[in-house]
């Protein structure tokens, strides 16, 4: 409930008094959409419930070792230069973007590799490599990722799909891409290399997807790459973060840390603010949530009558994957495992399979392992190594009773590091911590512990997607990997600067 002397407030003339935009979370999508909103004359306040800014993107730090705690790979830099224009400042005034060349390498369970290189004769000359009569066919997928690129990214990336019509009109687009095929069957037909086909289908596992049933609309990401470059921010991905936070500050906005937010307020149908768990009221003109979408509309509007995203169709849902994350120091260096890898189990259709449909734990693992200390030896004590590895398994739906099962897992991973880029890691290991499913449904509120919100496939992209413009209450705006156009650094900075074409301007707000 409002207090009388807010509501009188809210009753005053908007003339009389400057907009108020309150953003849930400091994510990367908090973070951009409050920068956004600060350039256009909005006074902004940011409530994040942890003790930094970055959601997902926050670091930890333990023993002198710095690891981020999620996104590692930076893609198209150009929507971050954008936010540091819009404060008047460069982005390389505050952060150093490293490109990284090959982007990644893939270790396939047979000993073979793939590089992923930052040029296409790179790539070319890896595919030659493994399989020279997949030359071919590397130029027909380079093609059609170009022209899905162009029109999932550039076109419907920037586009709201608020109304149904939305859709329609780039339904011909999407039949004309033949986007309901997966992207493991785009890639299918284009390599006769099994390898191959798995080194350019991978990609949707790095928002939650399930590469046998995202759409072709997400093969968009291997041109997203080669186009714009996979970088890193030197001094972690927190830099970003932080660079984004002081932006906002210095624009006149407020960051509040320790302030998780219990409820959307709601006056005259419309959101008015926050209440907090401390019992404190935040009262403003609209509401931006970066919460996870079924956290929004599931707790965070609870007692608000919904229309399409009831508690029932929230349950029918299909949240991503989770993850299962090991951070690691080392007290030496390992100067033949690259910045980013990739290394492959047995199985490619059989574990995903173990993932998204069956739910159950896999034994056999794929795993990326970061090493940022290969570009960045800030992040660690001098000779030291900070790693973490991360594997995708099923979400909390699954059942799986990660307090016994945690250890175990950490365990098998370790010996298949050890047996394959990492040998004599358990004799030089120095500082370690886990991060199961139930750290992203309790630390970051995110139902069913789910790691990127709603799974990528076409039911649930576009306008299926919980919109930018919520469709329960006027005033409450959504931003990050849970509402369009997805996750992923680009996908979630995307999404503030959609906000652009459906918040006004302060000053057209209080005309």
Not at 70 to 79: D, N, R
Not at 192 to 199: F, G, K, S, W, Y
């Amino acid at each position: 409930m409002l207090d009388a002397a807010s509501a009188a407030d809210l009753d005053r003339p908007a003339a009389a008094r400057a907009p108020v935009a309150v953003v849930i979370g400091s994510g990367f999508g908090g973070l951009a959409a409050a920068v956004r909103l600060a350039a256009r004359g909005w006074r902004v306040t940011v409530l994040e419930a942890l003790d930094q800014p970055g959601g997902r993107a926050r670091v930890h730090r333990q023993d002198g070792f710095s690891f981020d705690a999620g996104p590692t790979i930076v893609t198209a830099p150009f929507l971050l230069e954008e936010l540091w224009a819009l404060a008047g400042r460069r982005l390389a005034d505050d952060v150093t973007l490293k490109p990284l060349s090959p982007f990644y390498r893939l270790r396939f369970d047979d000993g073979s590799w793939f590089s992923m290189g930052a040029s296409s004769a790179e790539t070319r000359a890896e595919v030659a490599r493994i399989n020279p009569a997949d030359l071919a066919g590397y130029d027909r997928f380079m093609a059609l990722s170009e022209q899905t690129c162009r029109l999932g990214f550039e076109q419907l990336g920037f586009k709201p799909f608020s109304r149904f019509t939305d859709m329609l009109k780039v339904a011909p687009g999407l039949l004309r891409l033949r986007a309901w095929r997966s992207v493991h069957a785009a890639a299918r037909a284009c390599f006769r290399d099994d390898r191959l086909r798995t080194a350019f289908s991978f990609h949707p596992l790095l928002i939650g997807g399930n590469p046998f049933s995202a759409s072709a609309i997400y093969a968009l990401i291997s041109s997203l790459e080669h186009r714009w470059g996979v970088h890193w921010a030197m001094g972690g991905t927190g830099a970003l973060t932080s660079g984004l936070a002081g932006l906002l500050r210095g624009m006149g906005g407020t960051l509040r840390l320790n302030a998780p937010v219990a409820q959307v307020l709601v006056q005259r149908g419309r959101a008015a603010g926050v209440l907090l768990e401390s019992g404190e009221a935040v009262h403003a003109d609209i509401v931006v949530s970066n919460a996870d979408a079924a956290h929004t509309y599931g707790t965070l509007l609870g007692r608000q009558l919904r229309r399409r995203w009831t508690d029932g169709r929230l349950a029918r849902a299909r949240p991503s994957m989770s993850l299962f994350v090991w951070y690691f120091g080392t007290s030496r260096r390992y100067e033949g495992v690259d910045h980013h890898s990739i290394l492959l189990g047995p199985r490619y259709r059989g574990l995903l399979d173990d993932i998204f449909r069956r739910h159950q734990l896999a034994h056999d693992p794929s795993l990326y392992l970061h090493r940022p200390t290969a570009t960045d030896t800030s992040l660690a004590p001098p000779g030291c190594d900070a790693f973490y590895v991360l594997a995708p398994v099923p979400n909390l739906r699954a059942g799986i009773d990660w307090e016994s099962a945690a250890e175990p897992l950490r365990k098998a991973i370790q010996q298949r590091l050890e047996a394959t880029v990492l040998p004599g890691l358990g004799r030089h290991i120095v500082t370690s911590r886990l991060a199961t499913p139930l750290e992203f449904r309790d630390t970051l509120r995110s139902p069913d512990g789910a790691g990127f919100g709603l799974e990528p496939v076409l039911t649930q992209s576009a306008w299926f997607r919980p919109h930018n413009v919520s469709e329960e209450l006027r005033g409450l705006y959504l931003v990050g990997a849970g509402t369009h156009p997805g996750a992923g650094l680009p996908g979630v900075l995307s999404s503030a600067k959609l906000l652009d074409q459906v918040i006004p301007h302060a000053h057209a707000f209080v005309a």
